[in-house]
């Protein structure tokens, strides 16, 4: 017979099995007619969204629950005719919609979508609207084909008004036996921050920082296709590139795009429109917009830089980011900020964009469209007219005492 401390403990650790039991995420999986899986994933995601109610906006966040499962709309595909699509219902109504697309070597979600019901008040209490909605967006989710799609780190991905957080995801499509791959391919987010160098067995002199060019000259960058222009933009590039060096050090350089060094060309479809950079500093340098159909919003999805640094430790340096919300604008109307704006494309990769204007998709007569000014430019003038006020109320003070002053300066000169 057991003693009553050995009793105790087992109990104890049935408990914390369950628990554990209770608390593991279910995974998602996708057969086809046979019963072969084609997709299966495995992670957790959580949605910071906001909504309108009759007292004003609300913030709200929304964790995919554990009992979350696949719709039979899910599909493997029909090879040349359709792609594979996870679809994960939960709550009353709402949709986590995964698209996948592949070509040789690489597979991916190439959409995103997310259908929520505003309907649900038990998710939207006092919605000032009812119904479906549905935000969609690309993604960087990619992976060679046979292997898994692994990133614990967390990943973000903006879909209009909607923050998707995917958390510890393994994810595999076009599967070729019906468990996931042993091979893995890793997102960025786990990479190891190449800005991050060994330790030196020996103290080092810092090396002096690399001199700061002056700002780029402004260039203008049309793009056009059979339906005439579909790209106007004019703006001054500049490329920061964090890299570690033949002798260990880790240093950040910074170029300009010289537009008399670079040649230019793109393309245009109805869902994207790219502008190619080649020469110079460069041997690729990619702008790629992408449009929100539901919001009749462009903005720069993508950019790609492909180049190469002599003094380098890996002299090839390649950078790509797919998943950017930047230079935003209504449909037909053109973005503008003067001010320097930085776009952060990854951990050792930015771009600087000077004096921007920038119109995608809809442009007309070859002429930019209505101006929509960015936040910073907004907020600089501010500045002048909260300065403006604060003269004009002090010069007002002063007036109003100086004739105080006057008055009563008068007033002691009365006769008797």
């Given at each position: ?82 792609d594979p699509s996870l679809m994960i219902a939960f709550g009353s109504g ?23 019901n505003l309907s649900d008040t038990d998710v939207f209490p006092n919605a000032s609207s009812k ?286």
């Amino acid at each position: 017979m057991a003693a009553p401390g050995d009793a105790r403990r087992w109990q104890l650790l049935l408990l914390l099995l369950a628990g554990l039991m209770h608390g593991a995420s279910s995974v998602f999986v996708v057969k086809n007619g046979n019963g072969t899986a084609c997709i299966m994933a495995d992670f957790s995601a959580t949605f910071l969204m906001n909504y309108d109610t009759k007292s004003g906006s609300k913030n709200l966040t929304l964790d995919l629950p554990p009992d979350a499962e696949v719709l039979n709309t899910s599909s493997c595909g029909k090879e040349n005719t359709s792609d594979p699509s996870l679809m994960i219902a939960f709550g009353s109504g709402h949709t986590l919609t995964l698209n996948f697309t592949r070509n040789a070597t690489r597979y991916g979600v190439q959409m995103l979508s997310f259908v929520y019901n505003l309907s649900d008040t038990d998710v939207f209490p006092n919605a000032s609207s009812k119904g479906l909605k549905t935000v969609e967006s690309t993604t960087d989710i990619r992976a060679d084909i046979d292997k898994k799609y692994r990133c614990v780190s967390s990943n973000q991905i903006h879909m209009n008004n909607i923050t998707m957080t995917l958390r510890d995801a393994t994810i595999q499509a076009y599967l070729s036996s019906n468990n996931f791959s042993k091979e893995e391919t890793h997102c960025k987010q786990d990479d190891i921050s190449p800005t991050t160098a060994p330790p030196s067995p020996k103290p080092t002199t810092r090396p002096p920082p690399s001199p700061v060019p002056e700002n780029p000259s402004v260039s203008k960058y049309n793009v056009s296709g059979n339906n005439g222009t579909c790209l106007l933009a004019n703006m001054g590039i500049q490329l920061n590139i964090t890299y570690e060096k033949n002798d260990n050090t880790t240093v950040t350089r910074v170029f300009n795009i010289n537009p008399n060094d670079t040649k230019a060309s793109g393309s245009c479809t109805s869902h994207s429109v790219v502008l190619e950079l080649r020469g110079g500093v460069v041997t690729l340098l990619v702008f790629s917009f992408g449009m929100n159909a539901s919001s009749s919003r462009f903005f720069l999805q993508e950019i790609q830089l492909n180049t190469t640094l002599p003094d380098a430790r890996e002299p090839t340096f390649k950078a790509v980011n797919s998943s950017l919300r930047a230079l935003q604008a209504t449909v037909g109307n053109s973005y503008r900020c003067n001010a320097e704006e930085s776009i952060q494309v990854t951990k050792a990769f930015s771009v600087n964009v000077f004096k921007v204007w920038v119109q995608a998709f809809k442009v007309e007569g070859d002429k930019f469209g209505s101006v929509e000014e960015c936040q910073l430019d907004e907020n600089n003038m501010l500045i002048p007219i909260a300065v403006g006020g604060a003269l004009a109320g002090l010069v007002l003070v002063v007036l109003i005492a100086y004739l105080i002053g006057r008055k009563r300066s008068h007033a002691g000169y009365q006769t008797i």
